[in-house]
């Protein structure tokens, strides 16, 4: 009751071992069965003025058949002495006035995700007096797209006169380029409903006159002009419509293995995670990082060191966090099977349901996406941009010398070739996976392809139902072959000539990682530069060689260019509002970001090109990513100094970078000017990027570090290491091996965009595949292996 921090039942005792506060609240929610009336039924429904805690109520139980009583009371340690709440009697006018405050106040959750609860919607203005055109348009049940541009999801049937256009890529979570919106503004038409949220219940309206989701009382009514039939709509699992999956439906079955009978998994790695909404992405990565040894040992296997040694606010420590999700994910204290009398007593009233109830991540996602735009938000996210966000934050908060992501990280050398003078250049730059490329051209199904499309865009135009898909098969083999071919460098600078010339760059292997994730890069933009997924099926390997990609440094008669940087040309027409751009961050062309991450580029990177461009546009900030990408904060959030901000920024600009273990001195001066130890302003700036606001944070967050100022030099002498293992391959942070891999994990993806869709997990433990999808962990029948997004091997002996 001083911190108002909550804890488990196994973890108070440590929490008062360790602070000495002695005060607790102790709130518990009882389960009961109904009482049941002299008919048998349960009593009349009545409000339960017993429950006063706003928790979530457990939806695997019927509430017709079941009752909740909440109970509070304080706790003194270390005598357990409980008092019984409310208790104005025995208790001090200030702790009654906490108690009660605890008690009335509403869960953090529905404050930080408003959208993820249900609110009262309004009755549109428009409902009662909606003008609907006399134009003979009438919708077909399936093979919508949007009439401006050629999407098929998020897709808005305007009330008024009929037309199927896209909504906003922010919007619902799906992607979209706005084309309803624009359709408004051009005819004033206010509502619009989504196709595929279409139920006897109801469905998805929104008024963009009222600039809100809204009710229409009239929908049936509405939906009839254009020959919709309200009453024989229906929805499936996971909020999908069965019209708004049709188009796609093969990619949704196979990869989610509907329509078989799927044996539930229980047990110690074989906990689900809830969707949280859109957080699909999040629970398939951490499924496969926390199947990975070196993660459980980190985490898991020390729990009591890392849980005794926590910050006093563990809520805002990474390493606690990452412990507390890898213990639930894998103690099997959060996956039992049901006891034999619940499970006869569901088979007896037919509501068998074997499913696992999984574990929230809400605090988890709630830390390692705080202060991130994307992850922040309740929108779907790519898997692959996630991934190198966790990465980047087990980097930044190491358990003193022990760091798992080491287990990703590899060299790559990268081999660039003026065409002219033949002169070469070698460089090695630091990645943690691999972008394998889709090698359209190499489908062996091309005949097949072309009828398919031809057939499809008959049934397009004479809306008839779509004719079932047929997905283009890519020989793993090419797609490795084309990502070892040389390639063109745009805008190539020869140092040997000083002038701009032809080049070719190749990629290999300087070292090959303990364990290999592999992307592809299945979305693109189009030439009109709307997103789209290749569909694509890939006969991915179980046993993974590439052992012939192993570098081979600077060959016998070649000639390295000289070590000339090239001049830095901007236009003087562009430098005073350049400079003036980096001033304020928050003025970002967000359009100009999306257009670079779908190209396969890291979001952050994607945001500090935009930025230090000036807004320029998305082929200027394309250029300046290609200069800058072999940079070792290349993919690091951009965070500018409380002082000194837009000097450090233009220093960017111009290809001034300095190490990444060296806080600028200015700060370091403003941070000890206000008392702190100066190892203390090191650390602390080195764990926040050289942010003054986060750094300061960061410090009274880890207090610890003040009273053992050893440790301090420790992490500095170990930062300091980090430095020379960067100079030299052979040190401790690249651990080279044979490039021969087994597959063990893939993530699948279901969707047009990164944006909007269903992401998957199969893992494959003791010797067989396992498939989490959310909360629901089941034994795989026929593991998706040809349609995943990222694959993950670990090395095995030749």
């Known amino acids: 009751m001083n911190t108002f921090l909550a804890f488990g039942r196994e973890h108070v005792e440590r929490h008062f071992r360790k602070t000495g506060q002695s005060v607790y609240m102790h709130l518990k929610r009882h389960v009961r069965e109904k009482v049941r009336g002299a008919s048998g039924g349960a009593l009349p429904k009545r409000r339960n003025s017993k429950i006063f805690l706003d928790l979530d109520t457990d939806d695997d139980l019927n509430s017709d058949d079941y009752e909740y009583e909440d109970e509070a009371k304080l706790v003194i340690f270390p005598d357990h002495y409980e008092i ?41 203005k428009y409902a009662n007096n909606l003008t609907q055109l006399d134009n003979g348009v009438r919708i077909p049940p399936s093979g919508w797209k949007c009439a401006r541009c050629d999407l098929r999801e998020n897709l808005w049937l305007n009330l008024t006169d009929g037309s199927v256009l896209c909504g ?38 929104y008024s963009f006159q009222e600039e809100e989701p809204v009710l229409d009382p009239h929908l049936a009514k509405h939906l009839a002009h254009f020959g919709i039939d309200m009453l024989h709509m229906h ?50 990565v951490m499924q496969a990082i926390f199947s990975i040894p070196e993660f459980q040992r980190a985490y898991v296997g020390n729990l009591p060191r890392i849980f005794d040694y926590s910050p006093l606010d563990p809520t805002q420590d990474f390493n606690t966090q990452m412990t507390k999700l890898g ?68 980097e930044r908060n190491r358990i003193g010398s022990e760091n798992p992501s080491d287990v990703f990280r590899f060299l790559v050398e990268e081999r660039i070739q003026c065409c002219q003078t033949r002169k070469v250049r070698y460089t090695e730059r630091v990645d943690y996976l691999m972008q394998l490329p889709v090698a359209m051209e190499a489908a062996t199904n091309k005949d097949e392809l072309i009828a398919y499309e031809l057939t499809r865009r008959e049934a397009e135009a004479n809306r008839r139902p779509l004719p079932e898909l047929v997905r283009a098969k890519i020989p793993f083999s090419a797609c490795l072959q084309a ?32 364990y290999l994730v592999v992307q592809i890069k299945k979305f693109t933009f189009g030439l009109d530069w709307v997103p789209k997924k290749f569909d694509v099926s890939i006969d991915m390997p179980d046993l993974l060689d590439i052992n012939h990609l192993r570098a081979r440094g600077l060959q016998p008669g070649e000639e390295e260019l000289p070590d000339i940087s090239p001049p830095i040309v901007i236009p003087d027409d562009s430098k005073d509002r350049l400079m003036n751009q980096l001033i304020d961050p928050s003025d970002i062309d967000e359009s100009s970001v999306m257009q670079l991450a779908e190209m396969g580029f ?36 951009l965070t500018m100094p409380g002082y000194g901000g837009a000097a450090s920024a233009g220093a960017s600009v111009f290809g001034a970078t300095g190490l990444d273990n060296q806080p600028p001195e200015e700060i370091v001066a403003i941070i000890t000017s206000m008392g702190f130890h100066r190892n203390q302003a090191i650390q602390a700036l080195r764990a926040t990027n050289n942010n003054l606001e986060r750094a300061l944070d960061w410090i009274f967050s880890h207090p610890e570090f003040e009273e053992d100022s050893d440790f301090v030099i420790e992490m500095e002498n ?73 694959y993950f091997y670990h090395r095995v002996p030749r």
């Open 327 to 394: 213990h639930g994910l894998l103690s099997g204290q959060y996956s039992k099977p049901p006891v034999k009398s619940e499970l006869i007593e569901q088979v007896m009233k037919e509501e068998h349901k074997p499913q696992q109830n999984g574990i929230s991540p809400r605090m988890f996602k709630a830390f390692v996406s705080k202060s991130h735009p994307e992850f922040s938000s309740n929108r779907q996210q790519d898997a692959q941009e996630f991934f190198l966000h966790l990465v980047n934050l087990v």
């Open 168 to 205: 906003k890529w922010f919007f619902d979570s799906s992607g979209g380029n706005g084309h309803a919106l624009e359709h408004y503004r051009d005819m004033g038409y206010p509502l619009a409903v989504k196709l595929g949220t279409i139920t006897p219940d109801g469905a998805d309206v």
């Open 84 to 124: 019984a709440l409310p208790n104005i009697e025995e208790l001090p006018a200030l702790v009654t006035i906490a108690c009660d405050a605890v008690l009335s106040s509403k869960s953090p959750y529905r404050k930080q995700d408003p959208d993820t609860w249900e609110n009262e919607l309004p009755v549109s």
């Open 483 to 514: 990502f070892s071919e040389p390639e063109n460098v745009d805008d190539f600078w020869s140092s040997a000539l000083q002038a701009k010339s032809a080049g070719v760059k190749t990629s290999r292997f300087a070292s090959f990682p303990e």
């Open 718 to 790: 170990n930062a300091n290491a980090n430095i020379i293992s960067e100079a030299k391959p052979e040190g401790p942070r690249v651990k080279d091996g044979s490039g021969m891999y087994e597959l063990f994990a893939f993530i699948s993806h279901m969707g047009t965009s990164t944006m909007s869709g269903h992401y998957v997990c199969h893992i494959k433990k003791e010797g067989r595949w396992v498939i989490y999808n959310d909360h629901r962990v089941c034994a795989s029948e026929r593991p998706p292996k040809d349609l995943g997004y990222m």
């Open 235 to 284: 929805g499936t699992e996971n909020g999908l419509r069965d019209n708004d999956i049709k188009p796609r439906v093969s990619e949704w079955e196979v990869i989610q293995e509907t329509g078989t009978k799927l044996k539930p998994m229980y047990g110690p790695g074989y906990t689900g995670l809830k969707n949280l909404g859109n957080s699909c992405y999040l629970s398939s």
């Open 602 to 637: 890291p979001l952050e990177a994607c945001r500090k090109a935009v930025y230090f461009t000036g807004n320029m546009g998305a082929e200027v900030a394309f250029n300046w990513i290609i200069v800058h990408m072999e940079e070792p904060d290349f993919a690091e959030p």
